[in-house]
């Protein structure tokens, strides 16, 4: 069965940094295409970062040159390094496995990152 679990995420100031980790079971992450995507009040649901079995790497670019994806394979985790937080960052965090690094399989829970001002 699958499992994502997303952990990390907190309130900080702006400038701040951030590590949400997302931890998975059921399946290996190095051998599928892994993303973080987030949610801001009534907004629409964003991909921010993904990094696919070849260890592609793709960001949006609100977060480019601030946000680090990555995963640990012994720990069958992935992570999501994020510095100079900005207020516009302030949304809940969640965790994806993509097909083809298009289509969401399951999703975490998700986990709440706000940054003030």
């Known amino acids: 069965q699958v499992h994502l679990v997303e952990s990390g995420g907190g309130s900080v100031q702006a400038g701040g940094s951030l590590r949400l980790s997302c931890a998975a079971s059921?399946?290996?992450?190095?051998?599928?295409?892994m993303a973080w995507f987030r949610q801001a009040p009534e907004k629409e649901r964003e991909q921010v970062a993904r990094v696919d079995r070849y260890a592609n790497i793709k960001y949006a670019n609100p977060v480019a040159g601030r946000f680090t994806i990555s995963r640990d394979n012994a720990k069958n985790t992935v992570y999501l390094q994020m510095n100079n937080l900005k207020p516009e960052d302030t949304a809940k965090y969640y965790c994806?496995?993509?097909?083809?690094?298009?289509?969401?399989?399951?999703w975490g829970q998700g986990t709440q990152v706000t940054v003030s001002s």
């Open positions: 059921g399946f290996t992450v190095s051998s599928n295409c």
């Open positions: 994806t496995v993509l097909e083809y690094c298009s289509r969401s399989l399951y």
